[in-house]
């Protein structure tokens, strides 16, 4: 492997990955789309195996407002990556499931704030549960360092910025 320095003058070496084409059943985006798709699959069984019929989708906006409440419409699709009508369908389902409510602003009454209702607030625990033993037994067999090497990867092509267009 080549090596590239890091820090500019002086700075440590370290090995430049080596990126080749593969076949198109191991290519990182196409076994990233893979393990999301299983991941969030099994998630869904796991949750309905304890009465919550819900998509992943939907789950993931329960999550954001478990840690942070009362967000806006635009602020939930912005956190997950939705347009406003992708958003807004997600966020009916869990209205109708009685997981959350729309409130009108006092300041604009076209701006939409979520809330979680008691329903919504109860269910965490259950559903934090079931969520993290699933998760524990997709990863069982890697260490701890492999799991944070895992996501540090993740992390580290999250936060790339988009290579130029040239």
């Given at each position: 492997m080549a090596?590239?320095?890091?820090?500019?003058?002086g700075g440590r070496s370290q090995p430049s990955p080596k990126?080749?084409?593969t076949p198109t059943t191991r290519t990182p985006g196409r076994l990233l789309h893979d393990a999301h798709q299983r991941l969030s699959a099994g998630l869904v069984r796991s949750l309905q195996?304890?009465?919550y019929d819900l998509s992943a989708e939907a789950w993931v906006i329960l999550f954001l407002l478990w840690e942070n409440d009362n967000l806006?419409?635009?602020?939930i699709g912005s956190?997950?990556?939705k347009d406003r009508h992708q958003t807004s369908r997600l966020i009916d389902v869990l209205e109708q499931a009685n997981f959350v409510e729309r409130k009108s602003t006092t300041t604009d009454r076209r701006l939409k704030r979520v809330?979680?209702?008691q329903a919504g607030r109860?269910?965490?625990l259950?559903?934090?549960g079931v969520a993290t033993e699933y998760l524990e037994a997709m990863f069982a067999g890697l260490t701890q360092a492999e799991y944070d090497i895992f996501v540090g990867c993740l992390e580290h092509i999250i936060g790339r910025p988009l290579p130029k267009e040239g």
């Amino acid at each position: 492997m080549a090596a590239r320095k890091l820090g500019g003058r002086g700075g440590r070496s370290q090995p430049s990955p080596k990126v080749a084409l593969t076949p198109t059943t191991r290519t990182p985006g196409r076994l990233l789309h893979d393990a999301h798709q299983r991941l969030s699959a099994g998630l869904v069984r796991s949750l309905q195996q304890v009465g919550y019929d819900l998509s992943a989708e939907a789950w993931v906006i329960l999550f954001l407002l478990w840690e942070n409440d009362n967000l806006t419409q635009v602020e939930i699709g912005s956190q997950i990556g939705k347009d406003r009508h992708q958003t807004s369908r997600l966020i009916d389902v869990l209205e109708q499931a009685n997981f959350v409510e729309r409130k009108s602003t006092t300041t604009d009454r076209r701006l939409k704030r979520v809330a979680l209702t008691q329903a919504g607030r109860r269910a965490r625990l259950k559903v934090s549960g079931v969520a993290t033993e699933y998760l524990e037994a997709m990863f069982a067999g890697l260490t701890q360092a492999e799991y944070d090497i895992f996501v540090g990867c993740l992390e580290h092509i999250i936060g790339r910025p988009l290579p130029k267009e040239g």
